[in-house]
């Protein structure tokens, strides 16, 4: 079991230097071709998948699966809810330990925090039931004493963009629904939505902003919700005109056009602020209301210098919220998901807990620029 573990983070850490090092990536292996006819390769996104013409697509990580369960570690409780049949959409919701959740340490009883997670993977591979967010899920929700909801969101290139931030909204929309009268006790028993937060890492963090600006946009959430907080974890966010420090060569640059222009089939173009939130109007940062904002980047990723910038649009735009970063010397993009027992990873999400609960000081584990 460990040693099959260490072999899937070692992949994964791989995966993450392959895919964000300054550097254009190889050409399909000719393993890949020639495997028959209407099997002739369409695109290969490394080291996620390949598409192949007849439409056919193989992934290469980020397909295992975890049951839901009773984690024995933090007594996090977790199971997995169908909300939209039809739709095929689903959830993972966590809880902590039930002994707990009466000793009154929040002046709300056992009304907790509710964060809806949506995870990353290049919006192409990866899942809410995944072991790597499993694990991250049941660390999160004991040390941060919260209700948790995992969406399991459509992928591409089967389902592209918009589909995951469709995805991501029906979800949200589904929590608060429950979480006043609805028929999962989980979140009508125990969750208050009047401390709501989304958070997601890379192309989860991406869909967390969309999701918190289309809340702004539609005029809010009702039945007395209110997102509290967003926190992006190294977020996936690109664009055509570099950045303050970053460092991406052009061969990179339209390599990263390419594969954006693949998980969205040209619906947006990569100036769109969906992907470049830096490209919006100042005014539309209001949309994110009285929410407060983490983003957090490791300094090895060259995705880091778009979560800088996000942080100072959003300071400069007369906004009026709080937006927070916290940078992590030395390492790459999620590191804290591929060791998740480093110290770099414990103070990260020291800052993340922090950052949910508010009322404690965020820890500077790294470089905090608040």
């Not at 709300?108 to 997670?117: C, Y």
């Not at 040209?266 to 100042?282: C, H, K, L, N, S």
Request: glycine content about 10%; aromatic content about 10%; proline content about 6%.
């Amino acid at each position: 079991m460990a040693a099959s573990i260490s072999s899937a983070l070692l992949l994964l850490l791989n995966m993450a230097g392959a895919l964000l090092s300054p550097r254009a990536p190889p050409p399909a292996p000719a393993a890949l071709t020639g495997a028959g006819d209407g099997e002739d390769v369409d695109f290969f996104f490394f080291p996620f998948l390949v598409l192949y013409k007849s439409g056919r697509v193989v992934r290469f990580i980020g397909t295992d699966t975890v049951p839901a369960s009773m984690d024995p570690a933090t007594g996090v409780a977790s199971k997995d809810v169908v909300i939209d049949a039809d739709a095929g959409l689903a959830v993972r919701l966590y809880l902590p330990n039930v002994a707990n959740l009466t000793a009154g340490k929040r002046g709300g009883g056992d009304k907790l925090p509710v964060v809806v997670f949506y995870h990353g993977g290049g919006f192409v591979t990866e899942s809410a039931f995944s072991p790597t967010y499993h694990r991250y899920l049941n660390a999160l929700v004991s040390k941060a004493r919260v209700v948790a909801v995992s969406v399991e969101y459509h992928l591409a290139p089967e389902h592209r963009l918009p589909r995951a931030y469709d995805d991501a909204w029906a979800a949200l929309r589904w929590v608060l629904e429950n979480a006043g009268a609805g028929p999962e006790p989980w979140l009508s028993r125990h969750g208050d939505t009047a401390k709501l937060f989304l958070v997601g890492d890379s192309a989860g963090g991406n869909i967390a902003h969309n999701v918190a600006m289309r809340a702004g946009g539609e005029g809010g959430l009702h039945g007395g919700a209110a997102i509290r907080g967003v926190a992006l974890l190294d977020p996936y966010f690109w664009g055509k005109r570099p950045v303050p420090s970053e460092t991406a060569d052009p061969a990179t640059r339209r390599w990263r056009e390419r594969t954006w222009g693949f998980v969205c089939a040209g619906r947006y173009e990569v100036d769109d602020p969906v992907i470049d939130p830096v490209a919006m109007a100042r005014g539309e940062w209001r949309r994110l209301g009285r929410a407060r904002v983490l983003v957090t980047v490791a300094s090895l990723d060259t995705l880091s210098a778009r979560g800088r910038a996000y942080v100072a649009a959003a300071r400069a735009s007369g906004w009026g919220g709080e937006a927070v970063l916290y940078e992590t010397p030395g390492e790459n993009h999620v590191y804290f998901l591929v060791e998740p027992d480093g110290e770099k990873a414990a103070k990260e999400m020291d800052a993340v807990v922090a950052f949910i609960n508010e009322g404690e000081q965020v820890i500077t584990a790294s470089r905090m620029d608040a």
